[in-house]
């Protein structure tokens, strides 16, 4: 099993910037997919962004292309999602999820592990 667990978060104004991380255990960080995703209330979970298991490709959802950056650092089995010029639209509770499969992976049913999430609101 694996166990993700999350940090970061919490209340910052438009513009302003956050920085997520997830760390992992009980699995081989390296050999997952890691992604991240959002829910609002009353909204149904979106994807944001992804890594490949080496670091070396991404994607992110049109929504927050050129503002978020996504990094991970195998030796740490973490991951993190950097969040800048941050929008009242970006609120929501943020997830870390991993995956064995890859590729292009952005549907939440094709993620095996899920962290806690953690809330980000941002102000008008």
């Known amino acids: 099993q694996v166990q993700l667990v999350q940090s970061g978060g919490g209340l910052v104004q438009a513009g302003g910037s956050l920085t997520l991380s997830c760390a992992a255990s009980?699995?081989?960080?390296?050999?997952?997919?890691m992604g991240w995703f959002r829910q609002a209330p009353g909204k149904e979970r979106e994807f944001v962004s992804h890594i490949r298991r080496s670091g070396g490709g991404t994607k992110y959802a049109d929504s927050v292309k050129g503002r978020f950056t996504i990094s991970r650092d195998n030796a740490k089995n973490t991951v993190y999602l950097q969040m800048n010029s941050l929008k009242p639209e970006d609120t929501a509770r943020y997830f870390c999820a991993a995956t064995a499969r890859f590729g292009v992976v952005t549907t939440t049913g094709l993620y095996d592990y899920w962290g806690q999430g953690t809330q980000v609101t941002v102000s008008s």
């Open positions: 009980g699995g081989t960080f390296s050999s997952y997919t």
